[in-house]
C-alpha cells in the first residue's frame, strides 16, 4: 500500500495498526547547558518504522494523525514512554535531567490534559519537574481557553516552553500573561545569527528580553561552532542541535555522556571565561533588580550622611514618598529643614544624631500629610567611623486612619524588612502566614501561599522528611531543624535551613507551628 495516497480511511486504520504493533520509537536529541557543559536535558521525537515503507518521517504521518483524531492516542503513547524512559534512565544511575515532549493543538484542547498528564506522572513515578511540555505560539491564540488549561499543567508542577518563538503568531502578551518557564529561538533565527545582523540582532534581544521576564532561553538548530560562541557571549542557558548530536535512541543517548560533555569546552568558549560573562551579567542584574525592589516596595528607603553639621540626604527612593507627596528630587541633596516643617524636622533631628553616634536600631513615628509611619535608622560604620545612615520607613496608617498600636508597629516594620522566610503552619501543614520576604527570595506573591499546603512548594524528595518532622513537633511539642529546597516562582530551587517552633494554646496542645527558613545554599 502506498501510505503517502492513502485515504483518511486507510490512514487511520495504518496509525491505529501501528500503535497495536508498536511501530513508533522515541528518538532523543540532548540539549546542554551552555555555562556548565553538562547534559541537562532532551527532547523526545517520534519516529515510525513502518514494516514495509521503513523510516516514515512524522511530518508525513503527523498531519493525518490530526486529521483523523489518532494524534491523541500517539501523543498519549509519546508522553508515557518519554516519562518511563526519563525515570528508567534515574534509576540507571545518571544525572537528574529533564524531558521535554511537544504536545499538539488536539492534545492541548482535549479538555482533560492536565489530568492526564498527571496520571502519567502518577504511572511512570516521574516527579513533574523533570517533565517539559513544549507548545508552539500558534496554539496560545486562543487565550480565554488555553490560558486556564496552562495554568493546570503548571499546578502538576511541569515546565511549559514555548516552542519556535518568533515564527508564527508572535505577542509579548502572552510571555506576560502566560506560565511559560522557557523560551525555544527558533533554527531559522540561529542559523545565520553569525554571518546576518540582523538575525543576530533578533537572537540577541531575545535572549536579553527572556533574562528580563525571569525565563530560560534555549536555541535548537546550533550546527557550528560559530553558532556555539555565539550563544555563549550572548548568554543563551541551553542549545541543542547537530554540532552536539542528532536525535538517537535512548542507548546510544547514554553511551555518548561523556562525549557530549566534552564538546562545550573543546568548540566554545572557555567555561571559566563563561562564568565570567555569567557572574558579570549576574552582578548587572542584581543591581537592577535591587533599584527595581526599591522602587516599588510599598515603605521607603533613604540614606544620609553629615555635611558641615547638616544631614544630607543621599538616596531616597519608595511608593511611601509619592504617597507623602514628595518625590525622590526633592529630598535628595536636602535637608530636613528643607522639606519638612521646622518643629518636625528638629524632632526629628535628635533621632538622626543618635544613628550618626552610633546607636543600633534608633525607631520613631512620623505624620505627614495625613499618613502615619515608622522609620528604622541603622549606621553604617566603616574603620571603626559611622559613615552613612540608612533608614528604613513603612506606613502604618489603616485606612479608616487609625493607626496601629506599638506592638503592631514592630511586628510590621520587622514583618516588612526581615530577610529570612517566616511562615506560621498548622499541623496539617497549611500556611496561615508568610512573610514579605518570600517575594524577594523566591519570587512568590506571599498572598498566594496562604491557605495553601506548604507541601506544594517543598521538593517531592524531601515531602516525607517534612512530615516526619512535624509530626515531632507536634507530639513532642520542641523544636525542630531541617533542611530542604524551596520552590521558586522560576521553577528553580532554593536550599533552605528551617526550624519549626510550637506555639501552645492554653490545654498545652499544638496551636500552629512557626517556621523560620534561612537561605543554606
Keep these: 500500500m502506498n501510505l503517502y495516497k492513502s485515504t483518511k480511511e486507510k490512514w487511520e486504520e495504518e496509525l491505529e495498526r501501528a500503535l497495536e504493533r508498536e511501530e513508533f520509537r522515541l528518538l532523543y536529541q540532548p540539549k546542554l547547558n551552555l555555562q556548565t557543559g553538562k547534559l541537562c536535558g532532551v527532547e523526545a521525537l517520534i519516529r515510525w518504522e ?24 500517539i501523543g498519549e503513547w509519546v508522553l508515557r514512554s518519554a516519562c518511563m524512559q526519563n525515570k528508567a534512565w534515574q534509576e540507571q544511575g545518571l544525572s537528574s535531567m529533564i524531558v521535554a515532549v511537544n504536545l499538539s493543538a488536539s492534545q492541548l484542547y482535549q479538555g482533560d490534559l492536565a489530568e492526564k498528564v498527571q496520571s502519567i506522572l502518577e504511572e511512570s513515578r516521574l516527579s513533574p519537574e523533570y517533565l517539559e511540555l513544549e507548545i508552539t505560539e500558534s496554539m496560545t491564540m486562543d487565550v480565554d481557553y488555553v490560558l486556564p488549561v496552562l495554568h493546570k499543567l503548571k499546578q502538576v508542577g511541569v515546565r511549559i516552553s514555548l516552542d519556535d518563538f518568533g515564527t508564527g503568531y508572535s505577542s509579548l502578551y502572552h510571555l506576560k500573561e502566560f506560565p511559560i518557564d522557557i523560551i525555544k529561538i527558533d533554527r531559522s533565527f540561529v542559523r545565520n545569527c ?23 532561553v534555549i536555541a535548537e538548530g546550533v550546527e557550528s561552532k560559530d553558532h556555539l560562541v555565539f550563544l555563549q557571549q550572548n548568554l543563551c542557558n541551553e542549545a541543542q542541535g547537530y554540532l552536539f548530536s ?28 563563561s562564568n565570567e560573562t555569567w557572574l558579570q551579567n549576574g552582578v548587572e542584574n542584581t543591581y537592577q533588580d535591587l533599584q527595581e525592589a526599591v522602587r516599588k516596595q510599598r515603605g521607603m528607603i533613604f540614606k544620609y550622611r553629615k555635611e558641615n553639621e547638616r544631614f544630607v540626604h543621599s538616596f531616597c527612593d519608595g511608593e511611601l514618598i509619592y504617597r507623602l507627596q514628595f518625590t525622590p528630587d526633592q529630598l535628595i541633596g536636602k535637608d530636613l529643614k528643607d522639606f519638612l516643617p521646622v518643629e518636625e524636622a528638629e524632632r526629628k533631628m535628635e533621632f538622626y544624631e543618635r544613628a550618626w553616634n552610633g546607636e543600633e536600631n534608633v525607631i520613631y513615628e512620623s505624620k505627614v500629610n495625613g499618613l502615619s509611619y515608622v522609620t528604622s ?13 540608612i533608614g528604613c520607613s513603612v506606613d502604618i496608617t489603616k485606612e479608616n486612619g487609625i493607626v496601629f498600636s506599638s506592638d503592631d508597629v514592630k511586628y510590621r516594620l520587622i514583618a516588612e524588612n526581615v530577610q529570612d522566610l517566616i511562615c506560621i503552619i498548622n499541623s496539617d501543614a497549611i500556611i496561615l502566614y508568610a512573610s514579605p520576604s518570600h517575594q524577594k527570595l523566591l519570587g512568590i506573591a506571599p498572598e498566594t501561599l496562604v491557605e495553601e499546603s506548604a507541601f506544594k512548594w517543598i ?33 528553580g530551587w532554593l536550599l533552605v535551613e528551617a526550624i519549626g517552633t510550637p506555639v501552645l494554646d492554653e490545654r498545652g496542645e499544638v496551636e500552629y507551628i512557626v517556621v523560620v527558613c534561612r537561605d543554606a545554599s
Design 459 to 491: 521538593h517531592t524528595e524531601e515531602v516525607e522528611l517534612i512530615q516526619n518532622r512535624i509530626h515531632q513537633i507536634v507530639t513532642l511539642k520542641t523544636a525542630r531543624q531541617v533542611k530542604f529546597r524551596y520552590k521558586c516562582a522560576n521553577n
Design 377 to 389: 535608622l541603622r549606621p553604617i560604620i566603616r574603620g571603626g567611623k559611622v559613615v552613612e545612615v
Design 246 to 273: 542528532k536525535p538517537v535512541a535512548p542507548e546510544e543517548l547514554t553511551r555518548s555522556i561523556p562525549r557530549l560533555e566534552q564538546i562545550i569546552s573543546d568548540e566554545g568558549i572557555s567555561l571559566e571565561k
Design 194 to 216: 553569525t554571518i546576518d545582523s540582523k538575525d543576530a540582532t533578533i537572537v540577541k534581544t531575545i535572549i536579553a528580553m527572556a533574562h528580563q521576564l525571569k525565563l530560560e
Design 50 to 73: 513502518h514494516p514495509e515503507q521503513g523510516i516514515i518521517s512524522p511530518l508525513d504521518f503527523i498531519p493525518a494523525a490530526e486529521e483523523t483524531g489518532m494524534i491523541l492516542p
